[in-house]
């Protein structure tokens, strides 16, 4: 069975035109947990809005959205995920973690309702843990880092371009998305989900949305910001059969260290009524891009250069699009997992399930076949080979 469906995944790959020079993408599985059947002592495991793989534990952070209506706002729960080449066999709540709100005061003081809406998480080769919001009270976006205990230990600051306010800024809802961090620490990536105010419209069936990738040198105790690039989305996926779509960036990932041929990995993720879910994993070059780091205001539509993007996989409630037989939920983060014995790197995506039963807590595992070897290779992969 194993054979039929990897032949299945190769055809595919090659007639969709995700067969690349650089390696292509394998679909290994995925598990869905119920949003009912799924606690931590007596708290609700969900709302998961951003993952991080800690390689020395071979355990991952995940970022709760929640804002206080389904427990205490500002948790991480700590996760773990067992998965190979046959696909995702265990995915296990192990603990929470609450994130302080106040460094000036001793212990963890815990976010009020409504102060933070966390939606990425990145793991730092120091072992703390960078973590955004797209909203507080006031609707104000932030980055800040943390301990693993979840005490506060600074703030990152966004640029002036994406501070609220009347005409400009982020929109509610629709801020830091992403997060992407070099293995080094040395430079952070950070992504708004759809256009900041000035910059354009949000996503239609129409057009797509045009974000700032922004680029901070983490160097120094004060992070700084080197370049922003634009980033344009693509226009949603198929209209609505009842009256809410979207699209934007759900989640980000550093992808040098494992697609040399890309510097990020960006999630797409659409949504349309009575339709379901449309999730696209793109690999994104930044060089020849634009630096609009100093224009206040993008042209729209963007008539500069955008960073360049290579469609790698995707995942459609649309029959006959998808790159694998998946129906995908709501996927709004990325993590890169552990390697396989062969070589391959896996990636795991995980669902926010709004604490919804209409929803699940879906996990998702892909590989990324190495540039250097081929998914052809008996030695690499003997079970995406032909049976005689």
Request: hydrophobic residues 40%.
């Amino acid at each position: 069975m194993w054979n039929i469906l990897a032949l299945i995944i190769v055809a595919g790959l090659v007639v969709l035109g995700f067969s690349s020079p650089g390696g292509p993408v394998i679909y290994l599985g995925s598990t869905s947990i119920p949003t009912s059947e799924w606690t931590f002592g007596t708290m609700p495991v969900g709302g998961l809005s951003g993952l991080a793989y800690d390689s020395a534990t071979d355990l991952y952070y995940a970022v709760s959205d929640d804002r206080g209506d389904s427990g205490t706002p500002g948790r991480l729960y700590t996760l773990r995920i067992v998965l190979d080449r046959a696909g995702i066999r265990r995915v296990q709540a192990v603990g929470v973690t609450f994130l302080d709100s106040d460094a000036s005061t001793p212990g963890i003081q815990p976010y009020a309702p409504k102060s933070i809406d966390a939606e990425e998480v990145v793991l730092t080769p120091q072992g703390t843990l960078i973590i955004s919001s797209e909203r507080d009270q006031e609707n104000r976006p932030w980055i800040r880092e943390f301990a693993l205990d979840g005490s506060l230990l600074r703030e990152i600051p966004l640029p002036e371009t994406f501070q609220p306010a009347p005409g400009r800024g982020t929109r509610t809802n629709l801020a830091i998305e992403g997060l992407a961090l070099a293995p080094a620490g040395d430079t952070l990536y950070a992504v708004n989900e759809e256009a900041l105010e000035q910059d354009g419209p949000i996503a239609t069936v129409d057009h797509g949305t045009t974000v700032r990738i922004v680029d901070y040198d983490m160097t120094s105790q004060t992070p700084s910001v080197r370049a922003e690039y634009a980033y344009v989305t693509e226009p949603i996926f198929t209209a609505p059969k009842e009256t809410a779509a979207d699209n934007g960036v759900s989640a980000m990932l550093y992808a040098k260290a494992i697609w040399p041929g890309y510097d990020l990995f960006v999630v797409e993720r659409a949504f349309a009524s009575g339709v379901g879910n449309d999730v696209k994993i793109f690999g994104v070059r930044l060089r020849g891009a634009d630096d609009v780091k100093d224009v206040m205001a993008l042209s729209s539509p963007f008539t500069g250069k955008p960073v360049s993007k290579t469609l790698l996989a995707r995942f459609s409630s649309l029959k006959g699009v998808s790159s694998f037989s998946l129906r995908p939920d709501n996927l709004e983060s990325i993590a890169a997992g552990p390697k396989l014995s062969s070589g391959g790197q896996t990636l795991v995506l995980a669902s926010d399930n709004n604490f919804s039963t209409d929803q699940t807590n879906q996990f998702v595992a892909i590989e990324i076949v190495p540039p250097s070897r081929s998914i052809t290779d008996p030695t690499y992969c003997p079970a995406c080979q032909p049976t005689k």
